[in-house]
């Protein structure tokens, strides 16, 4: 491991490691990328019940070994409905990192949910489960860990916790698709 001192840093002068700037937010689309959408949109089939949709979802489910995908808008989306189909009652509590995108706590609050944040390890950005008791009260419904940074949670710890206090399990996996836990 290369240790880099704070003044060698391109911010304080000194090199920079890329001539480009990194762009964290900017997709890279290719002609392809361009192509299938045109195809999509001539066929008509712009809802989320199309061709291309079927087939991204059985490529997905293969990719990831599962039999069951649905292709939603967002991860937004797919958190309200995980919340949704388990109709809490209103006020109930939903565990959340402190320290992630908005949408995870949407899900819960779309709900009538209160969300309850929790610390988050320093060195993963994910919820500390050393601490994750101490945020249950009578009125949890539930815990959402998020893979932060395609960091998968410690799942082992998470479940034995919810199964311990009986309380549902919402992964946010929007930011880890494609890694693997513990191996």
Do not use: W
């Not at 967002?74 to 959340?96: H, Q, R, W, Y």
């Amino acid at each position: 491991m290369t240790t880099v001192q704070t003044s060698d840093l391109a911010i304080n002068g000194g090199t920079p490691v890329s001539k480009d700037p990194i762009l964290i937010h900017k997709p890279t689309i290719t002609e392809e990328d361009i192509q299938a959408v045109a195809e999509a949109m001539r066929s008509t089939f712009v809802s989320g019940d199309g061709p291309a949709c079927r087939e991204f979802e059985k490529r997905l489910g293969e990719y990831l070994g599962v039999k069951h995908v649905l292709f939603l808008n967002s991860c937004t989306t797919a958190l309200d409905l995980a919340f949704m189909i388990k109709n809490f009652p209103p006020g109930s509590e939903v565990i959340v990192p402190n320290f992630t995108y908005t949408s995870t706590a949407l899900g819960p609050i779309l709900n009538n949910l209160k969300i309850v944040l929790a610390d988050v390890r320093p060195d993963n950005g994910n919820l500390d489960v050393e601490k994750l008791e101490s945020y249950i009260t009578p009125k949890t419904v539930a815990i959402m860990p998020v893979d932060y940074a395609g960091n998968p949670a410690e799942m082992d710890e998470i479940n034995a916790i919810a199964r311990k206090h009986n309380l549902y399990i919402v992964q946010d996996s929007a930011q880890s698709i494609g890694s693997k836990y513990k191996g």
